[in-house]
């Protein structure tokens, strides 16, 4: 495990070798190749520089220790540069020789141009191969060609999936905003940050689970009482849901919302700009009743195709939902079964057609749930052998239960 710093040189051209006053948060640092300047602020254990065959090598070795001991092969090397035609093992055997003044920290890599999408998936590898498992990775993204940078964020979003990788920073050296001689220094990590709440949207967006948003809530939220207030209410909303206590969960949630509605004018601006969608995919907690919420989580369930949910959730709502219209208790567990069967079957065709859709509901809830047994209808085993079938019976049967008038 080692911190390294990746870094893309740019196209050589002959004389554009302009040095900029690098200016960080708290220091300037004069270089005329930004990843050099930012190293010195990181001090990572190794350096990649990646470029391709017409890249400005020169510029970078003319900037390292021991350079004034190989002033005919950095020249050569301008040369071949300017013809497009620098070769890895050029780079190698310049590299290994002056590595040797340096404490054998710069590793220089040959990338194509990445034009097509093979070459670019190549270098997108090529770089994940640099790379070790845990190790920290800092990235400047300044030079090179305009296309490259894009690449190299796609970098920055695989490697902490595929290598477990930390992305220390994300750096450029702005040359085009420089004023009064000093070009300032820009950290887009907060660019990996937005990437992370896209991931907690799709998590929640299938699963349902608050959990989702922990993490990132962690990383963009200021460590004081109100991260604390926030963090603790979405674990708790994501304890009830795995413990299908869903009262208790839409506590959590309005809770929840109630404090980052309170504290919107504190809280930090990447989160403010995802909280109409996060108040979009809690908007379940705001329906009527608990057999509309359990409703709306039944049919949000089965669009994600989560089918142990979607009848789960279908099968409580309309049980609640009778409750309610008989004025029955639902935690009276036999009055509430004999009230509903009483209700359920009598004769009137009305009642036979609630009566058929209940009960096919509550067998497709019972086989998902816990398997076929010996009592189990064959209509029922057939059903659970042909997803698009499941999923059609799931929603009209939900629908039906859920949204037709009762007698």
Known sequence: MSHKLLTVLGKAVKGDYRNANYQFDDDCITSSYFGLALNKKINADNIIVLGTSGSMWDNFFLQLDGRDNFESEILQLTEFAQQDKVSQSMLDDLIGKINTYNDNKYQ??????????????????????????????????????????????????????????????????????????????????????????????????????????????????????????????????????????????????????????????????????????????????????????????????????????AALFGFEAIELRLCEHLKVSQFQFNDRKENLMNYLNQDEECYKKIRIKYHLLRRMRNFIAHGKDEDTPQFIIDLMENEDKLRRELLSTIDSLLNKPLP
């Open 108 to 309: 220089c890599k040959l990338i194509s141009y990445a034009k097509t999408e093979a070459e670019q998936l190549d270098f997108i590898q090529q770089v994940l191969d640099l790379c070790d498992e845990r190790d920290k990775v800092t990235l400047d993204v300044t030079h090179g060609l305009r296309h490259l940078p894009l690449l190299v964020q796609q970098v920055a979003q695989l490697l902490p999936l595929i290598k477990n990788v930390k992305i220390e920073g994300i750096y450029y050296g702005a040359l085009d905003l420089t004023q009064d001689n000093t070009t300032p220094v820009m950290d887009l990590n907060g660019l990996l940050l937005i990437n992370e709440w896209k991931k907690a949207f799709n998590i929640y967006e299938v699963y349902r689970d608050m959990n989702a948003f922990t993490d990132v809530l962690e990383k963009t939220l200021p460590n004081d009482s109100t991260h604390k207030e926030i963090i603790n209410n979405i674990k708790k909303a994501s304890f009830y849901n795995q413990t299908h206590s869903t009262e208790k969960e839409i506590f959590a949630i309005r809770t929840f919302l109630k404090i980052i509605n309170d504290k919107k004018e504190t809280l930090p601006p990447v989160f403010n700009l995802f909280l109409p969608r996060l108040r979009k995919e809690l908007n379940w907690v705001d329906e009527k009743g608990l057999w509309q919420q359990k409703g709306k989580l039944a049919k949000t369930a089965l669009k994600n195709n989560r089918y142990i949910n």
